[in-house]
Nanobody, 126 residues
């Protein structure tokens, strides 16, 4: 399984950026979980958002709640992370991950995901 993230770059605080995550082939079923994680320099990886592959349930982390949204385009096999009003503290590498066999639950522990993308850098300027 190959997961590819795109859309990273430099964004001003208060601006917006949209990340995309595509999994090659069709490795997941409707009840599987996909998640977005980020890792800032010198910090642990943290969950940003998660969604079921069919888009029916989603989770948003407390640090981005009200500003970020996660969505899923099923025909395109792509998950999105819409980042509105990002903050400089959100600078880091953003990773997309997939978890087959999720059984209809989303997961927000990074250790629970077996498929990871290479990450995309997001830099939020003050």
């Amino acid at each position: 399984v190959q997961i590819t993230e795109t859309g990273g770059g430099l964004v001003e605080a208060g601006g917006s950026l949209k990340l995309s995550c595509t999994a090659s082939g069709s490795p997941y079923s409707s009840g599987d979980s996909m998640g977005w994680f980020r890792q800032a320099p010198g910090k642990d990886r943290e969950v940003v958002a998660a969604i079921l592959y069919n888009g029916s349930q989603r989770f948003i982390g407390d640090s981005v709640k009200g500003r970020f949204t996660i969505s899923k385009d099923i025909p395109k096999n792509t998950a999105y992370l819409q980042m509105n009003s990002p903050e400089p503290e959100g600078t880091g590498v953003y990773y997309c991950a997939g978890r087959p066999g999720s059984g209809g639950y989303y997961y927000f522990g990074g250790y629970e995901y077996g498929h990871w993308g290479q990450g995309t850098q997001v830099t939020v300027s003050p």
